[in-house]
C-alpha cells in the first residue's frame, strides 16, 4: 500500500518504520524543516509541506494513497487532515492520533476519521490486558464504534480449554482473529485446541460483547 503520514516526529517515524518493515510505501510529510531527518527512516518519502493546506496535499499525491495517518502532535492538525484526506481526495481509509483524551469524542466520521487511536486509551487497555485474566478488555475501537478489537486471556477452568476452535458457538457480529500463545500469534484453525492462559483476540460488536465474554469463559 502507499501510506502518507502527516507529522515527521517520532510517532510518524516509528509508524513509517514499521509499516515499511512490512513492506508497503510511505510518504512523511512536516512542515518544520527541524524535522525532516531522512537519515532517521531512509527508505521513506520525505515531504516538507502543511499537511493542513490544500495545494500541499495535492503536491503529495494523496489521491493515490490508500492510507494517510494523521500523526502530528496537535489535534486539531490532525482532524483537518483527516477532513481533507477524506473529502477531498476520497482515501479509503483515515487513522487519526488523538493526543488529548477530551478531544476524542471530535474524531468521527464527520471528520473524515475511520480509526481514532487515543494514547491514554490503548495505554490502560495494554495495562489490563497485562494483568487481567478471565475478562474481556476491550483494545481498540474501529467504524466509529461499529466494531471492537477485544482480548479475552483464558482462565485454567474456561469451557473451551483443549477443545479445538470449531467447537465455539460464537454469537453473530463477532470472530475469533488471533490466538496468542506465548512469543507465538497463532491464525486460528478449526482444528486448533484452546489453551489456558491464550490470549483469544476477536472482532465483534458491542452489542455481542457481553455474549462473548459468556460464552468464552462461562459466565
Known sequence: MRIAIAGAGNVGRSIATELIDNGHQVLLIDKQPSMLRPERVPDAEWLLADACELSSLQNAELASCDVVVAATGDDKVNLVVSLL???EFAVPRVVARVNRAENEWLFTEQWGVDVSVSKPRLMA???????????????MTFRQGQANLVEITLPDDAPYI??????????????????????????????????????????????VEDAVRQVMLGI
Not at 126 to 135: K, P
Not at 162 to 178: F, M, Y
Open 162 to 207: 483443549g477443545r479445538p476452535v470449531r467447537d465455539i458457538t460464537l454469537p453473530h457480529d463477532s470472530a475469533l482473529v488471533a490466538i496468542v500463545r506465548g512469543n507465538r500469534v497463532i491464525a486460528p484453525s478449526p482444528d486448533d485446541p484452546l489453551e489456558a492462559g491464550d490470549e483469544a483476540v476477536f472482532v465483534c460488536t458491542a452489542e
Open 125 to 139: 487497555a495494554l495495562v489490563e490486558e497485562a494483568v487481567t485474566v478471565g475478562e474481556l478488555v476491550r483494545l
Open 85 to 87: 484526506a477524506k473529502t
